[in-house]
């Protein structure tokens, strides 16, 4: 399984194994954490070769950041290895030009037993004038792995704020309704 990440997400496992995330999980297991505790944070500067002929940046290039952020996001939360299982959800709302700062902020918003849904929105701004845009609104769902690469329990989230808790009941709606369209379809609906 970890053999088929990309290889920045591998760097971010190997790192958390250097980190001794066997004891931090033991400890971390069930305390429910806050939201914004999880908050991870990734800029880059685009350059052009990153850039498609149109000027705009490619989706992939995008897609790489945003993955790498939500990975941080969900191992703050799970307190070890995460993988990707699904990029739910990606809107190009503007493209992005070269020259731009790229700025990638996740955090957690639903938590399951094992997984974890994530949202990043990617902000981009032009160095020149300050002017910053809303690009991107991503949700990915990542799965906290164990030793063995079997799923691992995470703790529950800390919904005190009102906010967080608006962004959980919409993420266990988007489960809900995945859930069932998936049943749906494989009984031939
Ligand atoms: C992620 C992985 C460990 C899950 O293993 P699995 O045996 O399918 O696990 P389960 O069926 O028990 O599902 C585990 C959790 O993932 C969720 N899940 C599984 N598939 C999903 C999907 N397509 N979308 C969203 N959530 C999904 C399940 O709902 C479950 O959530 P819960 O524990 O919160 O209830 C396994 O599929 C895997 O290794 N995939 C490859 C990961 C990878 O290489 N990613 C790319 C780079 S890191």
Excluded at 94 to 109: D, F, K, Q, S, W
Excluded at 170 to 185: A, F, M, N, Q, S
Aim: aromatic residues 4%.
């Amino acid at each position: 399984m970890l053999a088929r990440c990309s290889r920045s997400q591998h760097h971010i496992l190997t790192f958390a194994q250097e980190l001794d995330w066997k004891g931090r999980m033991a400890d971390s297991e069930l305390i429910p954490r806050k939201p914004k505790d999880t908050i991870a944070v990734v800029s880059e500067l685009m350059m052009p070769n990153q850039v498609n002929n149109l000027g705009h940046v490619f989706g992939g290039e995008l897609l790489s950041m945003v993955d790498r952020a939500a990975a941080v996001a969900a191992m703050r939360h799970a307190g070890g290895p995460c993988v990707t299982v699904s990029i739910d959800r990606v809107d190009f709302k503007e493209p992005i030009y070269t020259g731009e700062l790229v700025t990638c902020t996740a955090r957690v918003r639903f938590v399951g037993r094992t997984s974890m849904e994530v949202g990043v929105e990617v902000l981009a701004e032009n160095l020149l004038t300050g002017v910053e845009r809303l690009t991107n609104s991503c949700l990915l769902t990542f799965v906290a792995i164990d030793e063995e690469h079997r799923p691992r329990r995470v703790a529950p989230l800390d919904l005190s704020d009102p906010e967080d808790e608006r962004r959980f009941r919409e993420g266990r709606r988007r489960r809900e309704v995945r859930e069932e369209l998936d049943k749906e379809l494989e009984q031939g609906g």
